[in-house]
């Protein structure tokens, strides 16, 4: 089945360490995004990336950072800079202009010790 | 960049009626909406989209309508069932940094109740 896979689906930060999100896509995707969600909000962006080895800031990029080194693969690393990391992770895909159709995947739930 | 406000922040209704979720947008030049369904534990799924060029889209009991002059636009749930019980987010296209991004409305959290 094609799709959007996200690990681990809960993962434990304790203080000062840095931590690793997984996304994988299958989808042929060319651009993929990382949001945050908190309980009571929107999805706000932490980056995106329209292409291999190209990636953008979103509007709370503030300890976190990114990779694109593979089509398939956009990990998040949450930084031990990032002060409140316990929130739901989501990362998405689309296919590329001019297709707009995000795809979303199940999730990562990060929580500090 | 874009700001979309949406509203209510929770919804409740009887099962069978009608549920309309509302979201405005700020940018006159914001092309594409899209509305997502989350629900528990899980990540949002697209449920209907329309683009600038439309006023009305619909797809069986779900429908969204468009008022570009007003900058705002409608999720419209009809007959509605307890799985359709979830939170539910409108989207616009920013169209700044070459359209790439979605911004998102803080959420409604719809229950159907029997």
């Known amino acids: 089945d094609g799709g959007i896979t996200q690990s681990p689906k809960y993962l434990f930060r304790k203080e000062g360490q840095n931590v690793t999100l997984s996304c994988e896509q299958n989808l042929n995707h060319d651009a993929m995004y990382w949001y945050r969600q908190d309980p009571g909000q929107g999805l706000r962006l932490i980056y995106y990336?329209?292409?291999?080895?190209?990636?953008q800031k979103g509007d709370i990029a503030e300890g976190y950072s990114v990779s694109r080194e593979k089509k398939e693969s956009f990990p998040l690393t949450v930084t031990s800079a990032q002060k409140n990391p316990t929130a739901f992770y989501l990362c998405?895909?689309?296919?590329?202009?001019?297709?707009?159709?995000?795809?979303f995947g199940s999730g990562t739930q990060l929580s500090v010790l | 960049g874009e700001n979309v406000e949406q509203h209510p922040s929770t919804l409740s209704v009887q099962e069978g009626d009608s549920a309309v979720i509302k979201c405005t947008y700020s940018d006159s030049a914001s092309n594409y909406f899209p509305w997502y369904k989350q629900e528990l534990g899980k990540g949002p799924q697209l449920i209907i989209d329309i683009r600038s060029n439309v006023g009305e889209k619909k797809d069986q009991r779900i429908a969204v309508t468009l008022n570009k002059t007003a900058k705002h636009f409608s999720l419209h749930i009809t007959e509605t069932q307890p799985e359709d019980s979830a939170v539910y987010f409108c989207a616009a296209r920013d169209v700044t940094g070459g359209g790439n991004k979605l911004t998102f409305g803080t959420g409604t959290q719809l229950k159907v109740e029997l």
């Open positions: 998405a895909s689309r296919k590329g202009a001019p297709n707009e159709k995000l795809f």
């Open positions: 990336s329209q292409i291999v080895n190209d990636f």
